[in-house]
T-cell receptor, first 116, second 112 residues
């Protein structure tokens, strides 16, 4: 049973460029969340996708956008890259438990993005 | 919104001793509190979690306690081993949409 997979593992981009990161959720999971983890810090919530729609969004600018496909996989897009966007981008999947029940997040290994 | 604080930021213990990491949260609506372990260069992995209807949960050498009144929860690791060395993150979630807010992390070093 494959866990959460992310690609690519590492990426180097130049300031102003655009990047797309990809995530396949754990088998059986229907919800995908994206987190940004700067060096030495805890993961920061970017947004969450469920039923192919953005269900909730953290405090990130519109340069950050995403998509979820019918097979539950997801993409994170970042436009007009800034040096401060350099971080580990983590995808986490879970199974939606409705309005009350929280399901644990299962993380992928992340994509290390370096903006020069 | 929710804010999660975590202490200490670094913790060194001798092998075999116990380690305790404490977190506080601000949103009284939070009802789910997981703990993640992240080894260097690896993904965060869930090690234990607790829901708001439970005060304590134990899994072998790891336990978590929750005080809803004081809005704090703690991770207890007994009989620490070198392989327990990692960064530990607490998190809180208030439910629908499962927006987890993470603490800043505690770097635990278990000295042989």
């Amino acid at each position: 049973d494959a866990g959460v997979t992310q690609s690519p593992t590492h990426l180097i981009k130049t300031r102003g460029q655009q990047v797309t990161l990809r995530c396949s959720p754990k088998s059986g999971h229907d919800t995908v969340s994206w987190y940004q983890q700067a060096l030495g810090q805890g993961p920061q919530f970017i947004f969450q996708y469920y039923e192919e729609e953005e269900r909730q969004r953290g405090n990130f600018p519109d340069r950050f956008s995403g998509h979820q496909f019918p097979n539950y996989s997801s993409e994170l897009n970042v436009n007009a890259l800034l040096l401060g966007d350099s971080a580990l981008y983590l995808c986490a999947s879970s199974l939606d438990g409705g309005p009350v029940y929280n399901s644990p997040l299962h993380f992928g290994n992340g994509t290390r993005l370096t903006v020069t | 919104g929710e804010n999660v604080e975590q202490h200490p930021s670094t913790l060194s213990v001798q092998e075999g001793d116990s380690a305790v990491i404490k977190c506080t949260y601000s949103d009284s609506a939070s009802n789910y509190f997981p703990w993640y372990k992240q080894e260097l260069g690896k993904r965060p992995q869930l090690i234990i979690d607790i829901r708001s209807n439970v005060g304590e949960k134990k899994d072998q050498r790891i336990a978590v306690t929750l005080n809803k009144t004081a809005k704090h929860f703690s991770l207890h690791i007994t009989e620490t081993q070198p392989e327990d060395s990692a960064v530990y993150f607490c998190a809180a979630s208030a439910g629908y949409g499962q927006n987890f807010v993470f603490g800043p992390g505690t770097r635990l070093s278990v000295l042989p």
